[in-house]
């Protein structure tokens, strides 16, 4: 089967089964399988965080640079966005009439998260091009304090609302936010498979031997920094188009926080890690609501006002237990359905190191170099 | 002028708090690498820790100056087991591993203290008793200093001179000190590391409670969140002063209070509305660690190749 054609059929394949999962988003939906509106919202935030986790796993995971200030580019692309669609919305979608209601407000919607996307590549830019010569926590507090930055100025702009909140139209539906997270995660994934992204790997596994290997860290670290708060920004534009309502505490660092946990807890490096770990911090504190109350004489335990206290309790254990987190650098895919390959000649490794799984000899390296400094 | 040097009082009390919470993440950062973000939530702890002692003791009743003592030790102490408890649970099993790992430990442990308080204690602020007396003292013009001010500083300050001697005049201190030049050469000259980790964290955690009890004395109002915010500037004020370094601790601590004052005080002259408080320490932070990477008195290491 040729490339083009396997491409077409998954794409196919995939935007229909958004197209069910969105008709399913109302309760009679879908031939009366639909789900209720908190399950339909929930499915939305899996997806936007699906985006967050695959774009800041970009940066995090596979660059090597820690950046904790996720949530302020998807502030700036949320804010700017919805500043366009609530002063010229309206005038663009009657522009477009000719295309049908949903084909308006489709238009009205690409166009927000081409505007938010660019606006935060272009915050990505200036916070990057200075903060990327840090390394390590240094650029782990410059990040998060350039987040808190824009934070606190979105919140004293009058025009978008400032402490009072902001109300946006709902462009955003699931088949939006879930088209997107896909296009992320294909996006994402044919960076890291480039060139540019064997670039990235070579900063993380050791910048100075990449930089004398002629890659030009500087360069990559920023691309890879703007890629990254672009889809951040993209994410903002479809939360706030579909939660109706911003609030700059929605974008304080404990987002960040938030998504830096779905990465760690996915495995850093790990696409499939991330969109796992999206998943699980999205759901898991939700399901944590369901546990029982439990009587003990005169008092009653209701365990899920403890949910919180649970989440981060299974936090810890799992940095105790599995340090790498679910997934570690490997990938869970379906390549195993595939018939194995011939061995092509000479890749099996010959050495002290032959059989010993990456992810070990990374970890052991990395103690390595923390031993000495 | 009055004015001025009122606000120069205000912050500098304030800077002082944040310089006792920075100190402790300066030191766990010293000889771990790790940042500590449950070190803001120790500094509620702290407060919370008072609040019980002042309240079951009876201390709220009857102010005294004892009074004022005990509960101060007490939630030190208190406090000082936390983080103990932290270190033994929380950090010891992951310290081998990479940075994320710790860091998010570092989060998850942060989440848990927060929320575990809000359940114990719910989200409602609580009101502080006032443990002394509380008059103000007029200084040169208009210019006042309350007692609860003048507490603070002059704490914070014993406290500081205490640390110092520890760590420079003491055996435990020395052996801090080998710890944080390279912890495991230290290990191999029969240094008890794991103990000294633990005391560290004890030493930072009593001072953070420290800080609590005597914000709550300057500022009554208490509540589970009350140490992200903060938190997060003391561990802007150590990163600002050079993270690792103790003096450098206290001088960022000092510098952003007084900074955050005077935003608040005469920001609007120069066109920075006062609701810019909370950016101030990370804008200054970002102009310090664009300019002097290393922090302004942390030394520059130059990577080896």
């Given at each position: 089967?040729?490339?083009?054609?396997?491409s077409?059929?998954?794409?196919?394949?995939?935007?229909?089964?958004l197209?069910?999962?969105?008709?399913?988003?109302?309760?009679?939906?879908?031939?009366?399988?639909?789900?209720?509106?908190y399950?339909?919202?929930l499915?939305?935030?899996?997806?936007?965080?699906?985006?967050?986790?695959?774009?800041?796993?970009?940066?995090?995971g596979?660059?090597?640079?820690f950046?904790?200030?996720h949530?302020?580019?998807?502030?700036?692309?949320?804010?700017?966005?919805?500043?366009?669609t609530?002063?010229?919305?309206?005038?663009?979608?009657?522009?477009?009439?000719?295309?049908?209601?949903?084909g308006?407000?489709?238009?009205?919607?690409?166009?927000?998260?081409?505007?938010?996307?660019?606006?935060?590549?272009?915050?990505?830019?200036?916070?990057?091009?200075?903060?990327?010569?840090?390394?390590?926590?240094?650029?782990?507090i410059?990040?998060?304090?350039?987040?808190?930055?824009?934070?606190?100025?979105?919140?004293?702009?009058?025009?978008?609302?400032?402490?009072?909140?902001?109300?946006?139209?709902?462009?955003?539906?699931?088949?939006?936010?879930g088209?997107?997270?896909?296009?992320?995660?294909?996006?994402?994934?044919?960076?890291?498979?480039?060139?540019?992204?064997?670039?990235?790997?070579?900063?993380?596994?050791?910048?100075?031997?990449?930089?004398?290997?002629?890659?030009?860290?500087?360069?990559?670290?920023?691309?890879?920094?703007?890629?990254?708060?672009?889809?951040?920004?993209?994410?903002?534009v479809?939360?706030?188009?579909?939660?109706?309502f911003?609030?700059?505490?929605?974008?304080?660092?404990?987002?960040?926080?938030?998504?830096?946990?779905?990465?760690?807890?996915?495995?850093?490096?790990s696409?499939?890690?991330?969109?796992?770990?999206?998943?699980?911090?999205?759901?898991?504190?939700?399901?944590?609501?369901?546990?029982?109350d439990?009587?003990?004489g005169?008092?009653?335990?209701k365990?899920?006002?403890l949910?919180?206290?649970?989440?981060?309790?299974?936090l810890?254990?799992?940095?105790?237990?599995r340090?790498?987190?679910?997934?570690?650098?490997?990938?869970?895919?379906?390549s195993?359905?595939?018939?194995?390959?011939?061995?092509?000649?000479?890749?099996?490794?010959?050495?002290?190191?032959?059989?010993?799984?990456?992810?070990?000899?990374?970890?052991?390296?990395?103690?390595?170099?923390?031993?000495?400094? | 002028?009055?004015?001025?040097?009122?606000?120069?009082?205000?912050?500098?009390?304030?800077?002082?708090?944040?310089a006792?919470?920075?100190?402790?993440?300066?030191?766990?950062?010293?000889?771990?690498?790790?940042?500590n973000?449950?070190?803001?939530?120790?500094?509620m702890v702290?407060?919370?820790?008072?609040?019980?002692?002042?309240?079951?003791?009876?201390?709220?009743?009857?102010?005294?100056?004892?009074?004022?003592i005990?509960?101060?030790?007490?939630?030190?102490?208190?406090?000082?087991?936390?983080?103990?408890a932290?270190?033994?649970?929380?950090?010891?099993?992951?310290?081998?591993?990479?940075?994320?790992?710790?860091?998010?430990?570092?989060?998850?442990?942060?989440?848990?203290?927060?929320?575990?308080?809000?359940?114990?204690?719910s989200?409602?602020?609580?009101?502080?008793?006032?443990?002394?007396?509380?008059?103000?003292?007029?200084?040169?013009?208009?210019?006042?200093?309350?007692?609860?001010?003048?507490?603070?500083?002059?704490?914070?300050?014993?406290?500081?001179?205490?640390?110092?001697?520890?760590?420079?005049?003491?055996?435990?201190?020395?052996?801090?000190?080998?710890?944080?030049?390279?912890?495991?050469s230290?290990?191999?000259?029969?240094?008890?590391?794991?103990?000294?980790i633990?005391?560290?964290?004890?030493?930072?955690?009593?001072?953070a409670?420290?800080?609590?009890?005597?914000?709550?004395?300057?500022?009554?109002?208490?509540?589970?969140?009350?140490?992200?915010i903060?938190?997060l500037?003391?561990?802007?004020?150590?990163?600002?002063?050079?993270?690792?370094?103790?003096?450098?601790?206290?001088?960022?601590?000092?510098?952003?209070?007084?900074?955050?004052?005077?935003?608040?005080?005469?920001?609007?002259?120069?066109?920075?509305?006062?609701?810019?408080?909370?950016?101030?320490a990370?804008?200054?932070?970002?102009?310090?660690?664009?300019?002097?990477?290393?922090?302004?008195?942390?030394?520059?290491?130059?990577?080896?190749?």
């Open positions: 089967m040729s490339s083009w054609l396997k077409l059929i998954s794409g196919i394949v995939i935007i229909a089964f197209y069910i999962i969105n008709a399913m988003m109302t309760k009679g939906g879908f031939f009366g399988l639909g789900v209720d509106d399950t339909a919202r499915l939305v935030f899996i997806a936007i965080n699906v985006i967050l986790a695959t774009s800041l796993n970009l940066i995090n596979f660059t090597g640079q950046s904790i200030g949530a302020g580019f998807m502030a700036v692309g949320a804010y700017s966005s919805a500043y366009f609530v002063n010229h919305g309206k005038q663009l979608e009657s522009t477009f009439s000719f295309l049908g209601e949903t308006a407000s489709s238009v009205v919607l690409l166009v927000a998260i081409l505007i938010g996307a660019l606006v935060a590549a272009i915050a990505g830019l200036i916070v990057g091009i200075p903060s990327l010569r840090l390394k390590g926590d240094y650029l782990a410059v990040t998060l304090g350039f987040a808190e930055i824009i934070r606190i100025v979105i919140l004293n702009i009058d025009a978008v609302g400032g402490a009072t909140g902001y109300q946006v139209p709902g462009y955003a539906n699931f088949l939006w936010v088209f997107f997270a896909v296009i992320t995660v294909v996006v994402v994934h044919n960076i890291v498979k480039s060139d540019t992204g064997r670039a990235l790997v070579s900063i993380r596994e050791d910048e100075l031997a990449a930089e004398a290997m002629g890659v030009h860290t500087t360069r990559y670290k920023v691309i890879s920094f703007v890629i990254s708060s672009a889809f951040a920004g993209i994410a903002g479809l939360f706030a188009h579909y939660n109706k911003l609030s700059t505490n929605d974008f304080q660092f404990i987002k960040s926080f938030e998504v830096i946990i779905m990465i760690v807890l996915g495995g850093m490096g696409m499939t890690g991330a969109i796992v770990g999206a998943i699980v911090v999205t759901l898991l504190p939700e399901l944590l609501r369901n546990l029982p439990i009587q003990m005169a008092t009653v335990f365990f899920a006002d949910r919180l206290v649970i989440f981060a309790l299974i810890i254990l799992t940095m105790i237990l340090p790498q987190g679910i997934f570690g650098t490997n990938e869970f895919g379906l195993w359905l595939k018939r194995p390959r011939s061995k092509d000649e000479g890749t099996s490794a010959v050495g002290a190191d032959a059989g010993a799984p990456i992810a070990e000899q990374k970890e052991a390296k990395r103690m390595q170099s923390e031993d000495e400094d | 002028m009055d004015t001025f040097v009122q606000q120069l009082i205000n912050g500098l009390t304030i800077g002082s708090i944040y006792l919470i920075a100190l402790g993440y300066t030191m766990v950062y010293g000889i771990l690498r790790l940042i973000f449950a070190h803001g939530d120790v500094y702290g407060a919370y820790a008072g609040f019980m002692l002042a309240t079951y003791l009876g201390f709220a009743a009857n102010p005294s100056i004892f009074g004022f005990v509960v101060l030790f007490g939630s030190m102490a208190i406090a000082a087991l936390i983080g103990m932290i270190e033994r649970f929380a950090y010891r099993p992951v310290r081998k591993f990479s940075r994320m790992t710790t860091l998010i430990t570092a989060i998850g442990m942060s989440l848990f203290i927060e929320y575990l308080f809000v359940f114990i204690f989200g409602t602020p609580r009101s502080f008793p006032s443990l002394l007396p509380n008059d103000n003292f007029t200084l040169f013009g208009n210019a006042t200093i309350s007692t609860s001010q003048l507490l603070i500083f002059v704490i914070s300050i014993l406290l500081m001179i205490g640390l110092q001697w520890i760590i420079f005049k003491t055996k435990i201190g020395k052996a801090m000190r080998a710890v944080s030049f390279n912890l495991n230290a290990k191999l000259m029969g240094v008890n590391t794991d103990f000294i633990a005391f560290t964290f004890a030493l930072g955690s009593a001072l409670a420290a800080g609590g009890v005597l914000t709550a004395q300057y500022n009554p109002k208490i509540e589970p969140l009350m140490g992200i903060t938190g500037k003391a561990f802007v004020a150590a990163v600002l002063g050079g993270i690792g370094n103790i003096p450098g601790a206290v001088l960022g601590g000092l510098l952003i209070g007084a900074a955050e004052t005077l935003v608040v005080g005469y920001g609007s002259y120069i066109g920075i509305p006062s609701t810019y408080r909370d950016a101030v990370f804008a200054i932070l970002i102009l310090v660690l664009l300019i002097r990477p290393a922090g302004l008195l942390g030394s520059n290491v130059q990577e080896k190749v």
